[in-house]
């Protein structure tokens, strides 16, 4: 479902940061998780960052302190915020949504509705 739409990612240098945006559906921000996942090419889906409904937050080990995960429920935008970007976070970004809660908020299966992509590319 074309629920999600990703935009915000570019290319920069290692240091710098990026804000991607997620524009979702009004109802969507009523219900249980989204998340931002990253993928880079032959690699699995990795989780970076969730929020669910009570606005509880999940970060990848990966991202550390680096990225914040928030939601404009007024604009029904959710955002990445990310810093200090590092060229290990060069992947396609994916925002997901899903309706029910989710144990392991970070599990790409667990999410049924995706957006396009947005790729982020970080050179040294």
């Known amino acids: 479902q074309d629920l999600l739409v990703e935009s915000g990612g570019g290319s920069v240098q290692a240091g710098e940061s990026l804000t991607l945006s997620c524009k979702a559906a009004?109802?969507?921000?009523?219900?249980?998780?989204m998340a931002w996942f990253r993928q880079a090419p032959g690699a699995e889906r990795e989780g970076v960052a969730s929020?669910?409904?009570?606005?509880?937050?999940t970060y990848a080990d990966s991202v550390g302190d680096r990225f914040v995960i928030a939601r404009d429920s007024a604009d029904n935008i959710l955002y990445l915020q990310m810093d200090n970007l590092k060229p290990e976070d060069t992947a396609m970004y994916y925002c997901?949504?899903?309706?029910?809660?989710?144990?392991?908020?970070?599990?790409?299966?667990?999410?049924?509705?995706w957006g396009q992509g947005t790729q982020v590319t970080v050179s040294s």
């Open positions: 997901a949504y899903n309706p029910v809660r989710l144990s392991v908020p970070l599990r790409a299966a667990g999410y049924n509705h």
């Open positions: 009004a109802l969507i921000f009523s219900d249980y998780y």
């Open positions: 929020i669910d409904s009570d606005g509880r937050t």
